[in-house]
């Protein structure tokens, strides 16, 4: 199994900036590809954005331009740098490792899940 923990959520103006951390352990040599999404209440969870082991990223359209994905593998983190953030970002945000071997933002691709963080925007 890998275990997948978030922090770096937080409360946040608009047009403010987060950067939000996942740390993973256990069988980290299972996965490849990692991603991050969100849920706001009473809304389906979509996908914000995938990274594979070679740091190809793939991002959803409403964050394109103002969040970044990137990971060390060394120190086995992912991390979501979010700028300009805005109220529609509000939601709860988790952390997914996969299997699979290229970016991804489908979320039934996912094996893995942390528990989430709340970021809000208001």
């Known amino acids: 199994h890998v275990q997948l923990v978030e922090s770096g959520g937080g409360s946040v103006q608009a047009g403010g900036s987060l950067r939000l951390s996942c740390a993973y352990s256990g069988y980290t040599s299972f996965i490849d590809c990692m991603g991050w999404f969100r849920q706001a209440p009473g809304e389906e969870p979509e996908g914000v954005a995938g990274i594979d082991s070679d740091g190809t990223s793939r991002y959803s359209n409403p964050v394109k331009g103002r969040f970044i994905i990137s990971r060390d593998n060394a120190k086995n983190v992912l991390s979501l740098q979010m700028r300009n953030l805005q109220s529609e970002d509000s939601a709860m945000y988790y952390c997914?490792?996969?299997?699979?071997?290229?970016?991804?933002?489908?979320?039934?691709?996912?094996?893995?899940w942390g528990p989430g963080t709340q970021v809000t925007v208001s």
């Open positions: 997914a490792a996969a299997r699979i071997g290229f970016p991804s933002l489908a979320r039934y691709l996912y094996n893995y």
